[in-house]
C-alpha cells in the first residue's frame, strides 16, 4: 500500500510563500503522474498542479505563475512551491499518486492557511 508524508502547510500571511512536500513510499519515477489538489471548504477538490513521468506540468489558472510543481525521484518526492499566497489559496492540500493502470492514492492532506 502506497503511504505518503505532506509536510509544508500552515498559517502564512497574504502574500508570503510555503512549500509543500510529499514523500512516497512507492517509487514516483514509475508514476504516471504525480499531482498536487486542494479542496477549500464547501468546495470541491480541484488540481493545483501535477507532473508527468514526462517531466511535463500542468497548473490550474488560478495559480499560474505563482505555483509550480517539482520532484525529487531519487527521493520519492514532490513538492508544491506556492509563492504570492491569496486568502482565496487557503485550503486542504492533497498529493496524488496515478499509475499507469490507471490507479490513484491520495495522501491525508496539509492544511495551508492564508490570512492576516
Known amino acids: 500500500q502506497v503511504q505518503f508524508v505532506e509536510s509544508g502547510g500552515g498559517l502564512v500571511q497574504p502574500g508570503g510563500s510555503l512549500r509543500l512536500s510529499c514523500a512516497v513510499s512507492?517509487?514516483?519515477?514509475?508514476?504516471?503522474?504525480m499531482g498536487w489538489y486542494r479542496q477549500a471548504p464547501g468546495k470541491q477538490r480541484e488540481l493545483a498542479a501535477r507532473?508527468?513521468?514526462?517531466?511535463?506540468?500542468n497548473v490550474a489558472d488560478s495559480v499560474k505563475g505563482r505555483f509550480s510543481i517539482s520532484r525529487d525521484n531519487a527521493k520519492n518526492t514532490v513538492y508544491l512551491q506556492m509563492n504570492s499566497l491569496k486568502p482565496e489559496d487557503s485550503a486542504v492540500y492533497y498529493c496524488?499518486?496515478?499509475?499507469?493502470?490507471?490507479?490513484?492514492?491520495w495522501g491525508q492532506g496539509t492544511q495551508v492557511t492564508v490570512s492576516s
Open positions: 507532473i508527468t513521468s514526462g517531466d511535463s506540468t
Open positions: 512507492r517509487s514516483i519515477r514509475s508514476a504516471y503522474a
Open positions: 496524488r499518486r496515478v499509475s499507469y493502470s490507471g490507479s490513484e492514492t
